[in-house]
């Protein structure tokens, strides 16, 4: 049972614009949601998290939107860069420890310069 | 060497051989994890080990498994495996399990080809 859907599963943006991925889950219960990002050859790395006790989270050019009732979130890449090109995972977990984390299936990114 | 370390970076191996993973993290973390990504798939969380005992195993097929000699070594023992059992093996390790925000650092994992 798919938990986390993530999509698109592919997407291609010029530089400059603005990269939006979304997931939806079905456990209720999920109470922190982390996106990570991954570089061809590397590990996944934490780029942003948030709980659903704040409905946007912002670090630099990388924002989370959260909406309980719809049980979506989604993250968004303003000004995209070349540099942004990789795959980007969402997940989500119960409690706010991140240690049992559900993934999405991946959305790889390409920044066309 | 710093954060966490996979060897080997690549493996191939036949359905009959044996190999063995290593996972090494150098960040003071008590919890390590195995993971399995497939592509197109969600990374499976596979075990988990908080203070070398083992508080995790997502039914793992027997063919697979795990040793955790210390909070900063992690193997993955692996015998007759199958060709699906082809992947990118991600180590992981974090400050605890359970805790608040336990930041899981990954390692480039192994890619695993099974013949």
């Known amino acids: 049972q798919q938990q986390v859907k993530q999509s698109p599963q592919s997407l291609i943006v010029q530089k400059g614009g603005i990269s939006i991925i979304n997931c939806a889950y079905e456990?209720?219960?999920?109470?922190?949601f982390p996106w990570y990002q991954q570089f061809p050859g590397k590990g996944p790395a934490l780029l942003i998290a948030?709980?659903?006790?704040?409905s946007e989270k912002k670090e630099g050019r990388f924002t989370i939107s959260f909406n309980k009732s719809a049980k979506q979130f989604s993250l968004h890449i303003m000004d995209s860069q070349p540099g942004d090109s990789a795959t980007y995972f969402c997940a989500a977990s119960v409690g706010t420890s991140g240690s049992r984390l559900t993934f999405g299936e991946g959305t790889q990114l390409t920044v066309n310069p | 060497e710093t954060g966490v370390t996979q060897t080997p970076r690549h493996l191939v191996m036949g359905m009959t051989n044996k190999k063995s993973l290593k996972c090494e993290q150098h960040?003071?973390?008590?919890?390590m994890y195995w993971y399995k990504q497939s592509a197109k798939k969600p990374l499976e969380l596979m075990f988990v080990?908080?203070?070398?005992?083992?508080?995790e195993n997502n039914s793992v097929p027997s063919r697979f498994s795990p040793e955790c000699p210390n909070s900063s070594h992690l193997f993955l023992h692996l015998h007759t495996l199958q060709p699906e059992d082809s992947a990118l093996y991600l180590c992981?390790?974090?400050?605890?399990?359970?805790?608040?925000?336990?930041?899981?650092?990954f390692g480039p994992g192994t890619r695993l080809t099974v013949l």
């Open positions: 080990y908080n203070f070398k005992e083992q508080t």
């Open positions: 960040l003071g973390h008590n919890a």
């Open positions: 456990n209720t219960a999920f109470d922190y």
């Open positions: 948030i709980r659903p006790d704040v």
């Open positions: 992981a390790s974090s400050q605890g399990w359970g805790g608040l925000y336990n930041e899981q650092f």
